[in-house]
């Protein structure tokens, strides 16, 4: 189970909305992106045309991962058409791009990250928190590093979520030293859970997402919101525990005023939206806080939700 520890809120700077944390509650879900050809029959009705695939998902989940940006910066009418598509409320979460994240320092980054930014507030209140992706390089010698580009970000623009993937960051005392300079700048904590494609029997279909890395989830909230990467077993059993636990963990922080958004990755793509709303119902079973999702005005529900005792 995941430590009691996660429990604990504490106020947090949040420059964009203020220094409270009484910001509303809510729960944002999806996948990394929206344009697969092998969802039409499941998120798209058959013969959907793929110029159409943004509109559909957006009317269906709440949020994407944005992982496009991360390789491609959209120019202005990219964006505009992005916002013209999704209805209000719908949020995109943009990946900060490698040519930023990956270089061997951050601070280079400093004046690019800041267009980006400004880049991104053509999407207006679909603009969600922007995440930045650190390599497995990336380690504990350059939190001074790190502290000057947390310190330059924009905050008032928007919110900054950071996920990081050198194994001694995961460990005292630089565990505790990250902790302490997300909270301080109210940057939120990118939750990484590869558990159920490691924590299951060998698969050939797992080996793509087993080059995510295996680091330990340190499940704790370092600013009014949390983002979540779950990356789920292709078959639903295997993930049953810790979707258990994340059920117990998002009803918490909801109830706390924390916003979530928890975006779903599954080896087979194909399966990630229905993993996504299988999460939704069964986390509406357990009496999670959690909005409709609108995917079920157009079909109803799964049948068989019954993995929560």
């Not at 092998?38 to 709440?62: E, I, M």
């Not at 943009?94 to 040519?99: A, I, M, S, T």
């Not at 990336?138 to 194994?167: C, K, M, N, Q, S």
Request: charged share 20%; glycine share 6%.
């Amino acid at each position: 189970m995941l430590p009691n520890s996660a429990s604990a809120l504490t106020v947090f700077r949040s420059p964009r909305y203020g220094t409270s944390v009484s910001t509303p509650v809510n729960f944002f879900l999806g996948c990394a992106v929206w344009a697969y050809k092998g969802w039409l029959g499941d998120l798209y009705p058959p013969h959907s045309r793929q110029a159409d695939f943004l509109r559909l998902y957006s009317r269906r989940l709440t949020a994407v991962e944005g992982n496009t940006t991360f390789y491609a910066v959209p120019d202005r009418e990219t964006i505009a058409r992005w916002v013209a598509e999704t209805p209000p409320g719908f949020v995109f979460c943009p990946k900060l791009p490698r040519d930023l994240t990956h270089r061997q320092l951050l601070q280079p980054a400093i004046a690019g990250a800041g267009q980006f930014v400004e880049q991104m507030q053509g999407l207006g209140d679909r603009l969600g928190p922007i995440f930045a992706q650190l390599p497995p390089h990336y380690g504990p010698a350059l939190l001074d590093d790190l502290t000057a580009f947390l310190t330059a970000w924009p905050y008032r623009e928007a919110d900054l979520a950071l996920e990081v993937r050198h194994p001694d960051w995961f460990r005292e005392p630089h565990a505790g030293a990250l902790t302490a300079v997300l909270q301080r700048f109210g940057v939120g904590r990118v939750l990484l859970d590869t558990r159920p494609i490691y924590d299951s029997p060998d698969d050939p279909q797992l080996q793509s997402e087993r080059r995510k890395p295996q680091l330990p989830l340190q499940p704790s909230i370092t600013a009014p919101f949390g983002l979540v990467r779950f990356i789920s077993h292709p078959q639903r059993e295997y993930n049953q525990p810790f979707l258990e636990e994340w059920g117990t963990l998002i009803d918490r922080w909801l109830r706390q005023g924390v916003r979530i958004y928890f975006f779903v990755h599954c080896p087979i793509e194909a399966r990630s939206p229905g993993m996504a709303r299988y999460l939704q119902h069964l986390f509406e079973q357990r009496g999670v806080p959690i909005p409709p999702l609108p995917w079920n005005a157009f079909s109803p529900p799964p049948a068989q939700l019954s993995l929560f005792h």
